[in-house]
């Protein structure tokens, strides 16, 4: 037997954990507005966030796979949402927003 959670993030939420994360990792994101976010649904869950310069110029940010993850994850542990450190996590798109699931299998890791 095994458990499916699911934690859905609105667009709000995702880009704040994106942004902290640019902060916690150093790679932070290039000078000017968010000008517009969207989510890329293919073979991976794409997040771009648009940023707009000062200048005019447009610069599209994605972000995906194992980052978008670790962006979400650190998301969920500063809000003390519970999340298993031995559990099967995966990017998901539910309901139109982007989600975290987290895959517990019901055996304990040994």
Known sequence: ?????????DD???????????RRTGKGLPAGQISSFEIERGKEVIAKMTI?????NKMVVPTSGAELAAA???????????????AAKS???????????????GEKPH
Do not use: N
């Open 52 to 56: 707009t310069a000062d200048d005019g």
């Open 12 to 22: 709000g939420e995702l880009i704040k954990a994106l942004l902290a994360h640019g």
């Open 72 to 86: 979400m994850i650190a998301y969920c542990i500063d809000r003390k949402v519970p999340v298993p450190a031995h």
């Open 91 to 105: 990017i998901t798109v539910l309901d139109d927003h982007v989600a975290l699931k987290i895959t517990m299998s």
């Open 1 to 9: 037997m095994r458990e499916i959670r699911c934690i859905v993030f």
